[in-house]
């Protein structure tokens, strides 16, 4: 069994030496550029996901599955296998928020790779989830630009309901 060091010690192994320099944002519903776009409503349902690769943290990083390939990013298989895994993640957290009643809007996977396999390597954070509590219709808070006690008391009540399993 790995002690708690250990596994912090991996894990920053993995997330600096090993990770793809791309990310892969997963959107359930549509955002603000794709409801231009398309001339749809901004959070309208999506009836697939839409899987977008940056190559920063910056939204208008946008690069296309030929660029990370031409560019020896990745190769395509891996590219293919990282949509699979993408697909089936969307999924399980899709599901954990829809049975607590909070809309899965958004969600940001960082891969590895690492003696031939590909891992999930970036964590689930305030930072790579949006989410929209459907019980009250409203974006909750991010955590990061909290600025008022209202929006901390909204940010505090949908962790209690998350973690409660309300």
Request: charged share 30%.
């Given at each position: 069994?790995?002690?708690?060091?250990?596994?912090?010690?991996?894990?920053?192994?993995?997330?600096?030496?090993?990770?793809?320099?791309?990310?892969?944002?997963?959107?359930?519903?549509?955002?603000?550029?794709?409801?231009?776009?398309?001339?749809?409503?901004?959070?309208?349902?999506?009836?697939?996901?839409?899987?977008?690769?940056?190559?920063?943290?910056?939204?208008?990083?946008?690069?296309?599955?030929?660029?990370?390939?031409?560019?020896?990013?990745?190769?395509?298989?891996?590219?293919?296998?990282?949509?699979?895994?993408?697909?089936?993640?969307?999924?399980?957290?899709?599901?954990?928020?829809?049975?607590?009643?909070?809309?899965?809007?958004?969600?940001?996977c960082i891969f590895g790779?690492?003696?031939?396999?590909?891992?999930?390597?970036?964590?689930?954070?305030?930072?790579?989830?949006?989410?929209?509590?459907?019980?009250?219709?409203?974006?909750?808070?991010?955590?990061?630009?909290?600025?008022?006690?209202?929006?901390?008391?909204?940010?505090?009540?949908?962790?209690?309901?998350?973690?409660?399993?309300?």
């Open positions: 069994m790995l002690t708690r060091n250990e596994i912090v010690k991996i894990n920053c192994i993995l997330l600096i030496l090993l990770r793809f320099r791309f990310k892969v944002r997963i959107l359930n519903n549509a955002d603000l550029r794709t409801s231009k776009i398309f001339s749809i409503k901004p959070q309208s349902q999506l009836e697939l996901p839409i899987f977008e690769f940056h190559y920063s943290d910056d939204k208008d990083s946008l690069i296309t599955e030929s660029h990370i390939v031409s560019f020896n990013l990745s190769s395509y298989d891996d590219i293919k296998f990282i949509i699979r895994l993408c697909s089936k993640i969307n999924a399980i957290v899709k599901s954990f928020f829809d049975r607590r009643s909070v809309t899965l809007l958004e969600l940001t790779k690492f003696d031939g396999k590909i891992f999930l390597v970036g964590e689930f954070s305030p930072e790579s989830i949006k989410i929209i509590d459907t019980s009250k219709n409203e974006i909750v808070p991010d955590p990061f630009k909290i600025k008022t006690p209202a929006q901390m008391k909204k940010y505090a009540d949908c962790l209690i309901k998350l973690t409660s399993g309300e």
